[in-house]
């Protein structure tokens, strides 16, 4: 497996290093991802509300309007906030320290300008603090260098779990940022129902954890929190008993009984030999942790990723062989 250590892939940025930089941020994240909700068609579980992750930082994807569309991207590396439309016309917030209520007005006017209504709940969710966004003046930070390198903590997130996913054939989300938690997740089901889900996140109905956990799972993802360096996670819904004692890779993995998943310190891949390997290893085995004591069908379910390759290659026939 190729590795992706060299040059400083993988960053260092200690979580007590820039948490008014994230906590503003996740703010940040909540009103453009809240436009999106407000013109997206429902996608099971929520997956239309999602941001994810470009060469740049996070982007909405396009977002229909009208007989139109537009899109709206953080860019992490010019730290701008662009806002395109189909009709060639642009418009620019400047990513820098500044309350979240100014940067709620600023983002407003861009989309008045643009001709786009759109009229959204305008509190975050999933926090116990949930200032409305005009009224938010606590939330003002912003450092680049900080902002830079959580997006490329992303950005060797995404490449991995991206990885992970082709190894699935049934049902499973695409890696994507939920802005609610802000963590980077993508999710495998089995296929079948799950119980209901009891709710209970701060600010946000039930009924919306109802839609996210309606079918069995198995979730892993990356979250700027939960060690020195933010953590990866994984957990199942409904957890299957032996989940959380089914032995797990590497060493430096454990279960959370406060969070009620498995967690991974970032920090212990970023030091890895193998940062690529330890992470997956992590993701195999975890999910293996949910499959088998969920009595999931796996072999419906799993594949080789690498099955075509011989046929993909430059000059093959493309003709069956054997």
Known sequence: MRTAHTHGAWPALRVADWTGTRDTLHMWTQIIGKIRLAHAPL??????????????????????YATGAFDIEFDFVEHRLRIRT???????????????????????QALHELGIDTPI???????????????????????????HLFWRQLLQADRVLGGFRSRFVGKVSPVHFFWGAMDLACTRFSGRRAPTHPGGAPHCGDW???????????????????????????????????????????????????????????????TAPEPDRVLTDFLQTTYE???EHGGWNRAELEDDPHRWDEQRRPGASGRRSG
């Open 208 to 270: 919306v954890m109802v839609e996210g956990y309606s079918r069995e799972l198995s979730s892993c993802g990356f979250w700027p929190g939960g060690g020195e360096e933010g953590a990866f996670y994984a957990y199942a819904y409904p957890e299957p008993a032996g989940f959380r004692d089914h032995p797990v890779l590497p060493d430096s993995a454990y279960y959370s009984e406060q969070n009620g998943q498995f967690l991974l310190p970032y920090e212990a891949v970023r």
């Open 121 to 147: 709940q305008d509190r975050p969710n999933e926090v116990e603090q949930a200032i409305p966004f005009p009224e938010d003046t606590v939330h003002a930070s912003y450092d680049p260098h900080a902002a």
């Open 43 to 64: 996608v099971n579980h929520w997956w239309q509300v999602t941001l994810y992750v470009t060469p740049r930082g996070l982007t909405t994807s396009t977002i229909p």
């Open 86 to 108: 189909s009709d060639r016309t642009v418009r620019q917030v400047a990513l820098e320290p500044k309350p979240v209520a100014r940067f709620y007005g600023e983002v407003t």
């Open 289 to 291: 942790a949910a499959a």
